[in-house]
């Protein structure tokens, strides 16, 4: 026994809790991967901003909207029209939401929900464009040109720089992902 203010009981030095409960390790690991793939999530929303900037201009144009300061300032930086993989990988905001979502409830539907949708709006668009850019990742290299420069930088490079960091994000998070649905398994079977 302890009290607030006062000695310490005589016969015990502070070490005697080792015979009390522990918490299940499958608590511990869903408490980890959960912080982890909130870090994830968050990672992803900030990769989503950055393409949502690329695709803004065309993203107005679409829904018709004239912000006119928007377009010249976006006419300046010679910003490539958006192409097909970017507006699919946008649409990943989507499981990353559910993914959000489930964390708080152990929900398993919609963190299944979140698995698949990184895999086929997240991975499988970004890799589909690094193919589709490989050629021209290859032409800067060998020629140390770029038909294509944003605020002074090539775009093939930083291109393949966001797809290392997102493909990453995306990994990690289907990883940690899955390490949740395998504790919130274990705690289902363990109750049974």
């Given amino acids: 026994m302890s009290s607030r203010s006062g000695i310490r009981p005589?016969?015990?030095?502070?070490?005697?809790?080792?015979?009390r409960q522990k918490v299940a390790s499958h608590y511990q690991i869903s408490a980890t991967n959960k912080w982890r793939l909130?870090?994830?999530i968050f990672l992803q929303f900030h990769l989503w901003v950055i393409l949502l900037l690329k695709c803004f201009e065309e993203l107005l144009d679409l829904f018709d909207i004239d912000l006119p300061l928007v377009i010249d300032e976006a006419m300046e930086a010679n910003i490539p029209d958006?192409?097909?993989?970017?507006?699919?990988?946008l649409l990943g905001a989507i499981p990353a939401i559910c993914g959000w979502m489930a964390l708080p409830k152990n929900n398993r539907p919609l963190l299944l929900a979140f698995v698949g949708g990184t895999i086929?709006?997240?991975?499988?668009?970004?890799?589909?464009?690094?193919v589709y850019l490989s050629p021209d990742l290859v032409e800067y290299y060998t020629t140390k040109k770029s038909r294509v420069i944003i605020f002074g930088y090539p775009m093939v490079p930083l291109c393949f720089?966001?797809?290392a960091i997102a493909v990453?994000?995306?990994?990690f998070g289907l990883y940690f992902a899955k390490q949740l649905l395998?504790?919130?398994d274990s705690?289902?079977?363990k109750a049974n």
């Fill in 10 to 19: 005589i016969g015990t030095d502070g070490t005697d809790f080792m015979h």
């Fill in 168 to 171: 990453q994000v995306h990994l």
């Fill in 82 to 89: 958006p192409l097909l993989w970017e507006y699919t990988w």
């Fill in 187 to 189: 705690k289902k079977k």
């Fill in 120 to 130: 086929a709006l997240g991975v499988i668009p970004v890799i589909g464009a690094a």
């Fill in 161 to 163: 720089v966001f797809f």
């Fill in 38 to 40: 909130k870090v994830c």
């Fill in 182 to 184: 395998t504790a919130w």
